[in-house]
Structures are given as C-alpha cells and as structure tokens.
C-alpha cells in the first residue's frame, strides 16, 4: 500500500525556520547515524527544505539501482555546480550518459596501469623525504601527496605544470569549504566571511588556469600525451563523433580532483591511525607486501594480489565513508511504499549505512577480517558500497583504489607509525569523514 510523504517520520530536534541545521551542521556524523531510530525513510528540515532520507540497506539500493531512472542529481549536487559545472558528479542524466560513456575509456585498467608508476614514484619520494623520529603531519602530507599525483596524472607536460601547481595550491581549500557551502541556502554564498573569499578566489584561479592550459595545449597542437587533460581533449564520442567542449574539460578536470584527493587522502590516513594501534593487522600487512612485492618497486599487477591489503581497505572504508549524497525526483515514483512527487529532494548516507547494526555486527569496531570471502558472503550485497552504486557509480574508483593499495604497499614496509601522546583524533564530516589532525611520528623499520 503507498502512503502520502505527509506520512513520513520527521526526525527530532527540528527547530522553527532553521529546521535541523543546526544539529546537521554540528555534529553530522552522529545526527545522520542517529536518523535510523526514527525509521527507514526520515523526513529532515534543512531551513525551510524538507529532505527524506532513506536509511536502510534496501531502500539505498532501491533509490539508486533499481528506482534510478526516477531520480537525478539533488541540491547538493545543483549546489556543487557552482564550481564544475555539469561534470560526472553534477551533470543531469542527459548530459552524464553520453560523458560517461565517452570518459570510460580513461579509466580502463590497461590506463590505470601507466597511471600506476606514477603513483609508486610519488610515494617513494614522499617516503624519502622522512627521517626517523621525525614528526610528521600525516593527513597534511597525504592531503599533499594525493592532490600532487592526480595533479601529474592530469597535467604532464610542461605547458601544464601552472594547472598542477594550481591543483596544490587551490584543491585543499575547496574541499574544506565545499560541505558547508553545498548544505547552506545560496543566499549566504554572498556573506564576505572568510571562508566565502578563500572559496571564490580559489575556484576562479583554478578555473582560469585550466583554461589558459587548455588553450595552450590546442596552439601546440600536442595530442600524443597519455594524460587526462590530452585524453579528454582527443576524446570523442563513438556515436556522433563529437568532441567535449574546453568548458566541459575544464569541469570535469576539476570535477577529478574533488572525486580523486580526498577520499585517497582520508583513506591511507585512518589507515595509519588503525594500525598503530593493531600490531597485529599491521604485522600480516607487512608479511603480505613481503611475499608479494619484496623489495622492488609496488605495481599495478600486484593490487589484485595483495588480498589482505584489500580486507584492511575494506574496512577503512566502511568506516570513514561518504557523509552525504542526494538525488532528486523527475518523475512520480514510490519509493519503500511511500510516493514521492516530482521534486522530492531524497538523501542518504554512506557513512550510516555502513555502520548499521542491523548489517554489521559491533560495526564501530576495525576488523578486516570481517571481509574474509566466508564472511562476506553473509553480508548483503547492497550494505557495501563506497563508491556509490548503478548508474551514477564513481567512474575513477579503480583509480583511486590503485593509487591507495600502491601508496600503502611502499610505505609501510619503510616506515611505522606511532600516534603522539595526549593527542585525540576527531573525524570530520567534508567530502569523506577525515581526521582533524593526524600529527605521528614515523620510525624506520631496521633492514
């Protein structure tokens, strides 16, 4: 039987005008996990914008697979806008379908590979560049290793280098303001805070260097180079022939590196917080990276074989995921027995879903054996999902995981972590849940 969306559950501690923003703001992580206790489809006041979130395993997949024809991009999306235009992320279905289809290619494994020297080589300079007892900020360095390696991937030549330096400089402080600028009306986009400053004047410098290489790279007429900027410009589509235009490169460069820093970034960093503190997943970390790797440089072919590396990711993953993502409905559908009208804005969360009780047992706890094939098998198919799922699935997730399991596989069998005394680390909710800080103190391991 369908039921009317006035039916829906309202979660608690709505308050007059600003709705549940302010809990949403202060503390999202547990505000969304707690959205559960009110029931599988929640109904959350952002100002005056009603949002119904859907909570459950089940009706996840449902808004995104089997239901996805009847929704869209949402407001968090409409918002990012403002910065890629309509990229992947972005773009409405009849935009995204044929760039999809055209950018696919970019990302097959036999691309992933020539990527993947690139990734080693970073991580090896990054790691070269400790010494033993040294202090270093870990989520800063990876922060810098992730967007610095994307920069190269993108921008190889050296008419490009101003758009990889730009990249360093201006990627981290769009993801820092990028939550909160996407779940606040537009109307205090124009407040002359300084987040709002560093925001625009980042945007439009990055934006304007991608141009200016792009233009560059059409008077020098280079079309040989495997890089993603030269691969998109030469890219065209297998039906109508039809090239993307330089906007439309422009906005899905900088639509990469949103997708492709952070959540590399976030990834290795909680990865080194856990281990300092299990030896023990540590020490058959490092009897795996021995037997596979030993001690020459990390491949692309050894990612399908570092089988428990690939557990211990798994479960970094499922811990620290995407916060919040939202699509919107084009056409009236039901959904879990409820029908929406056109226009219903429906969110959910990575993050509480994979920490749902009813999927995972003692799901705060890091287990990687949790992902063992007998186990997993046990878990449903659609409570696991970091990269999103159905049409709009994150296109570089074979990228980002290549350059997470190569980066690790280098590093750890040079250096050990040790978390410093006193200090507390606190995940923060942005475009994955990152640590505040990760200061640690990085040891050699003896030969």
């Keep these: 039987m369908t039921t009317a969306l006035r039916a829906v559950p309202r979660a608690p501690g709505r308050l007059p005008l600003v709705g549940h923003a302010v809990p949403l703001l202060r503390n999202p992580l547990t505000f969304l996990q707690e959205l559960r206790s009110t029931g599988d489809f929640v109904r959350v006041d952002v100002g005056t914008l009603p949002i119904y979130f859907v909570t459950s395993a089940e009706l996840t997949h449902e808004l995104l697979v089997s239901k996805a024809r009847h929704f869209d991009k949402g407001r968090f999306f409409i918002r990012a806008r403002i910065l890629v235009g309509d990229a992947l992320p972005t773009a409405p279905s009849h935009i995204h379908r044929p760039h999809r289809r055209l950018m696919q290619p970019m990302f097959h494994h036999t691309r992933i590979a020539e990527y993947a ?23 800063q360095e990876l922060a810098e290793f992730s967007v610095a390696t994307l920069g190269e991937t993108m921008f190889s030549t050296e008419i490009s280098r101003p758009a990889a330096e730009a990249v360093r400089r201006d990627v981290p402080i769009l993801l820092k303001n990028a939550l909160v600028r996407t779940v606040t009306p537009r109307l205090f986009d124009r407040v ?23 233009a560059a790279s059409h008077a020098q007429g280079d079309t040989e180079c495997n890089d993603l900027l030269h691969l998109l410009l030469a890219a065209r589509d297998a039906d109508t022939g039809e090239a993307l235009t330089d906007k439309e490169v422009r906005d899905e460069l900088v639509a990469i590196m949103f997708a492709g820093t952070e959540t590399t970034a976030s990834t290795l960093a909680w990865t080194f917080h856990e281990l300092a503190s299990r030896p023990d997943v540590e020490e ?16 692309f072919e050894d990612v399908p074989r ?6 211990v990711l798994k479960e970094i993953s499922r811990l620290h995921s995407v916060p919040l993502l939202m699509r919107q409905a084009t056409a009236p559908v039901e959904l879990g027995g409820v029908h929406l009208p056109v226009g219903t804005e429906v969110a959910f969360s ?3 879903l994979h920490r749902d009780p009813r999927q995972y047992d003692d799901p705060a706890r890091f287990d990687p054996d949790r992902w063992l094939p007998e186990r997993r098998e046990k878990l449903p198919r659609e409570g696991f999902v970091p990269f999103g799922s159905g049409n709009r699935k994150c296109i570089g997730d074979g990228f980002a995981w290549a350059e997470i399991v190569i980066t690790l596989a280098t590093v750890l069998p040079r250096w050990r972590f040790e978390p410093l005394p006193g200090h507390e680390v606190r995940e923060v909710a942005s475009a994955v849940a990152h640590p505040d800080e990760l200061p640690m103190r990085v040891v050699a391991r003896q030969g």
């Design 284 to 299: 058959r970390l490092l009897a795996e990276i021995a037997s596979v790797v030993g001690d020459r440089p990390v491949t």
């Design 306 to 311: 570092l089988t428990y590396t690939d557990q």
């Design 350 to 352: 990575l993050y509480a």
């Design 117 to 139: 020297r690139v990734m080693a080589t970073r991580a090896k300079a990054m790691s070269d560049a400790w010494t033993s007892g040294q202090v270093v900020a870990v989520d």
């Design 192 to 214: 002359p805070i300084p987040a709002n400053r560093q925001f625009d004047a980042a945007s439009s410098r990055l934006r304007r260097v991608i141009d200016d290489v792009i």
